[in-house]
Each structure stands twice: as C-alpha cells, then as structure tokens.
C-alpha cells in the first residue's frame, strides 16, 4: 500500500479510501485479510488510532469485518456494494460537471473514444 498523503482531507479519510480503491481494483478480495493496525501504523508512522479509525469506517460500511483475535475481513459482496456505490456518486456528483464542461467544449462520445488512451478505434 503506497500512500502519498494529501494535507486538505483527514489522513483516517484517505487511508479508508486507499482500501476502498484496493477493494474496487482487486488488490483485496472478498476473504481477504486487511493489513494489520499496528503495520499500517508503523509503515506510514501514523497513529494506529487513525489507521482503527478508517478501519472501524469500513466495519461500519459493512465492508470488512472484524474477526476476534485474527484481525479485518474483506466480507463478502464488498466490491459489488462498492461498485454499486460508487457508480451513484458518479452520476449524481461528478457527471453533471463533466458532462456540462465537454458539451461547452464540443466532445463528443465518437471523439472520446477516438482519443481516449489505449483506444484502437481508427481516428478516420
């Protein structure tokens, strides 16, 4: 888990975040055992406070769980919830803007997918 931490968002913000991402990318799957506290707190020299405090938010997601003495689970069905989530938040925060500023700027879907990076469409 690299970390690069921004000083305008809680630092136990952007750690639940980072699991988040690592959840939606495959890094963690369904089963899967989160680092423990105290490693996450000695890798980025953090509280491990902080690092409880994005944990018991993911818990409280019902996105992990604890399981005594053995420590934080990636429960089942997390990515999915996670994918549908953040799919809501998309269209309903970040699309409005983004799809306003590419009509102002003449794009279309056709030109996207022409420059979009790794795209194969031929530009003709």
């Given at each position: 888990?690299?970390?690069?931490?921004?000083?305008?968002?809680?630092?136990?913000?952007?750690?639940?975040?980072?699991v988040?991402a690592?959840?939606?990318?495959?890094?963690?799957?369904?089963?899967?055992?989160?680092?423990?506290?105290?490693?996450?707190?000695?890798?980025?020299?953090?509280?491990?406070?902080?690092?409880?405090?994005?944990?018991?938010?993911?818990?409280?997601?019902q996105?992990?769980?604890?399981?005594?003495?053995?420590?934080?689970?990636?429960?089942?069905?997390?990515?999915?919830?996670?994918?549908?989530?953040?799919?809501?938040?998309?269209?309903?925060?970040?699309?409005?803007?983004?799809?306003?500023?590419?009509?102002?700027?003449?794009?279309?879907?056709?030109?996207?997918?022409?420059?979009?990076?790794?795209?194969?469409?031929?530009?003709?």
């Open positions: 888990m690299s970390i690069t931490w921004n000083d305008s968002v809680p630092i136990y913000r952007q750690l639940r975040e980072r988040v690592m959840i939606l990318d495959g890094a963690l799957n369904e089963g899967d055992p989160l680092p423990s506290v105290r490693q996450v707190a000695g890798d980025f020299q953090i509280n491990p406070l902080t690092v409880s405090k994005a944990y018991q938010e993911l818990v409280d997601e996105l992990v769980e604890k399981r005594r003495g053995l420590g934080m689970f990636v429960i089942d069905g997390a990515r999915e919830a996670l994918l549908k989530s953040e799919r809501e938040r998309f269209l309903r925060e970040e699309w409005p803007a983004l799809f306003a500023r590419l009509q102002r700027m003449g794009l279309d879907l056709k030109t996207l997918m022409r420059e979009a990076p790794g795209s194969t469409e031929d530009p003709s």
